[in-house]
């Protein structure tokens, strides 16, 4: 039984020692702590929807599905501590995160509070946008999806798919608008057009990976701080992510479009 520190609270380096940790079929590895109401065949079911090309990239995480996870921060350290929590209470809630990332020993650990999160589209997404993150950072973005997603922004198409891609696509081309251009060319922030690519395609992939896990209606990925990105713009990046990243047995991509009344 892993060692409290208060309020029946355990670290998560102590999760991680005494916690079995699975492969699944494609290579993640991933445990389940606590009462994180989930069952193991959901468990299984959205962890292994993560094409085998992707999850290569990620050999050096591990993903523990846990009740809450929480930031400690002690006078005179530098860094955070993060505390996990073995049951939900309302109190404990109150201070808990989506997720930490935890440097552990040979892995990177990603604790995901699943309590938190409402429901099982919450928590497939919150896990499929740290897998899009980390496979960025390891692999990078395809040439071609960089193609894609810049002809698009160029092309001025409606809305994004985070508040990440929406803020640093205008800033990218904010110099275009507020100078012109020279010769003939738009005028690029660099290193914001880096980041909108790089958040472009871990969103994209993520919504790739939603699909393949459960059906869902698109409009319920739709924040209030920018417009959601146009269906077709949308579709031509899923299509690429599935074609650059197979699905797995038994798992199937397919966009259907709703007709309006």
Not at 10 to 33: H, P
Not at 233 to 250: E, Q, T, W
């Amino acid at each position: 039984m892993a060692e409290g520190v208060q309020n029946g609270l355990v670290r998560a380096s102590q999760v991680a020692r005494e916690t079995t940790v699975r492969r699944a079929a494609n290579g993640i590895a991933y445990a389940a702590f606590g009462d994180n109401s989930l069952s193991g065949n959901d468990l299984e079911r959205m962890v292994e929807a993560v094409p085998v090309t992707i999850a290569a990239a990620l050999s050096r995480k591990a993903y523990y599905f846990v009740p809450l996870a929480i930031s400690e921060r002690r006078s005179g350290e530098s860094a955070d501590a993060t505390l996990i929590a073995p049951a939900y209470t309302t109190e404990l809630g109150d201070q808990a995160i989506c997720h930490r990332n935890v440097s552990l020993d040979g892995a990177d650990g990603v604790f995901i509070s699943t309590r938190l999160l409402s429901d099982r589209f919450a928590l497939a997404f919150e896990f499929f946008i740290n897998v899009g993150h980390a496979f960025v950072d390891v692999a990078g973005v395809p040439d071609a999806f960089q193609q894609l997603v810049w002809s698009q922004a160029l092309s001025d198409v409606r809305g994004e798919t985070s508040r990440d891609a929406w803020e640093n696509r205008h800033q990218s081309l904010a110099g275009d608008r507020g100078a012109g251009k020279q010769e003939g060319k738009p005028i690029v922030d660099e290193r914001a057009k880096n980041i909108f690519i790089e958040s472009a395609f871990s969103d994209a992939v993520a919504i790739y990976l939603l699909s393949l896990s459960i059906d869902f209606d698109y409009t319920e990925l739709r924040e209030r701080e920018y417009p959601l990105l146009a269906p077709q713009p949308l579709a031509d990046r899923l299509r690429l992510v599935a074609k650059l990243f197979p699905p797995n047995p038994g798992y199937e991509f397919a966009i259907k479009y709703r007709r309006r009344a």
